[in-house]
């Protein structure tokens, strides 16, 4: 669809930008791998395409996940919390999430004495997913 | 402790209302159960605790998760994110983490046309966890 139905604009609670929060998980694994947001155009090129589609807030533009790099999320299934304002996709994530070239964004680990610590390896070269 | 480390509030990046999202999972099923919010102080007491601690916007303040309910969740492992503005909270979660009684607030699957069906079933009755 190239709009949101009424029943999905309804479950849905943008905020006052226009933005959902989105929690990007591997369907099989069960790894969080990402959270980004999506405005209305987003969710409904996400739920056309099959493929995940973010608003970058930073750019301020679409941010077809991958679309540089080769390492696109593939939707499998879209969830909706219970008060709408978070949304969770169920992906099959090719390659790697994260820019830094690991497979998750989340990567370091808080100790309880406050440290951190990297735990999950680099498994891509960022200079080649994205140019040097 | 009752204050985060200079390493970690650094590592950490609130947003202008001193918010960071969190998402929490548990740990050993991968389930993601909620997303929510903390501040600096939600997450020194969560860190010194050893119990999630949020932050509950529509309140205004601190939200010691299970606190009325019972459904408590046990920090088993912190995460940040790449670029610091996202938690990861993996948790043991003690029976639901919804307000509606089930497991997770993500138990609306949304379908390729919009449609949105109930995927999880209702497991503790709200009225009994907090008050009729």
């Given at each position: 669809?190239?709009?949101?139905?009424?029943?999905?604009?309804?479950?849905?609670?943008?905020?006052?930008?226009?933005?959902?929060?989105?929690?990007?998980?591997?369907?099989?694994?069960?790894?969080?791998?990402?959270?980004?947001?999506?405005?209305?155009?987003?969710?409904?090129?996400?739920?056309?395409?099959?493929?995940?589609?973010?608003?970058?807030r930073?750019?301020?533009?679409?941010?077809?996940?991958?679309?540089?790099?080769g390492?696109?999320?593939?939707?499998?299934?879209?969830?909706?919390?219970?008060?709408?304002?978070?949304?969770?996709?169920?992906?099959?994530?090719?390659?790697?999430?994260?820019?830094?070239?690991?497979?998750?964004?989340?990567?370091?680990?808080?100790?309880?004495?406050?440290?951190?610590?990297?735990?999950?390896?680099?498994?891509?070269?960022?200079?080649?997913?994205?140019?040097?």
């Amino acid at each position: 669809m190239s709009e949101l139905t009424p029943e999905l604009d309804e479950a849905v609670s943008f905020d006052d930008k226009g933005l959902v929060c989105a929690v990007a998980q591997q369907h099989d694994s069960g790894e969080v791998l990402m959270v980004a947001w999506m405005n209305r155009e987003a969710l409904a090129e996400t739920l056309a395409s099959g493929q995940v589609c973010y608003w970058s807030r930073s750019r301020g533009k679409l941010w077809r996940k991958g679309e540089t790099s080769g390492q696109t999320q593939k939707l499998v299934e879209l969830r909706v919390d219970c008060d709408g304002d978070t949304l969770l996709l169920r992906v099959d994530q090719k390659g790697v999430a994260c820019h830094t070239g690991r497979r998750s964004c989340f990567y370091r680990a808080v100790a309880a004495d406050g440290s951190l610590t990297e735990v999950l390896p680099v498994t891509a070269d960022p200079d080649e997913l994205y140019g040097a």
